[in-house]
Nanobody, 124 residues
Framework: QVQLVESGGGLVQAGGSLRLSCAAA????????MAWFRQAPGKEREFVGA????????QYEDSVKARFTISRDNAKNTVYLQMNSLKSEDTAVYYC?????????????????WGQGTQVTVSS
């Protein structure tokens, strides 16, 4: 089992940058594929990006592919989401998630553990 805590959200102007962090408690962090999802008011939770256990493979949702970068530091039990060129449509609560089955997936149903979320608001 792993507990996840996100941080780094906030208010930023359009075109700006933020880096989200997700700290994991547990000694098996390196055995999980990790992902970021987001949920805007009135919308379903959607996939943003995922990173493999080693950090060598990544997957992104098309609208963020050129702007966001997901990475991880297994020594620090932390996964990151660097967000650049932010747009108002990126406004959402951002969640990190862990996949116990250790494969990348854009489906929220494939993730077993979730953080509580961190709010990102982009003003235009």
């Amino acid at each position: 089992q792993v507990q996840l805590v996100e941080s780094g959200g906030g208010l930023v102007q359009a075109g700006g940058s933020l880096r989200l962090s997700c700290a994991a408690a547990g000694r098996t962090f390196g055995s999980y594929a990790m992902a970021w999802f987001r949920q805007a008011p009135g919308k379903e939770r959607e996939f943003v990006g995922a990173v493999s256990r080693s950090g060598l493979s990544t997957q992104y949702e098309d609208s963020v592919k050129a702007r966001f970068t997901i990475s991880r530091d297994n020594a620090k039990n932390t996964v990151y989401l660097q967000m650049n060129s932010l747009k108002s449509e990126d406004t959402a609560v951002y969640y990190c998630a862990a996949n116990q089955r250790s494969f990348l997936s854009p489906s929220r149903f494939d993730y077993d553990y979730w953080g509580q979320g961190t709010q990102v608001t982009v003003s235009s």
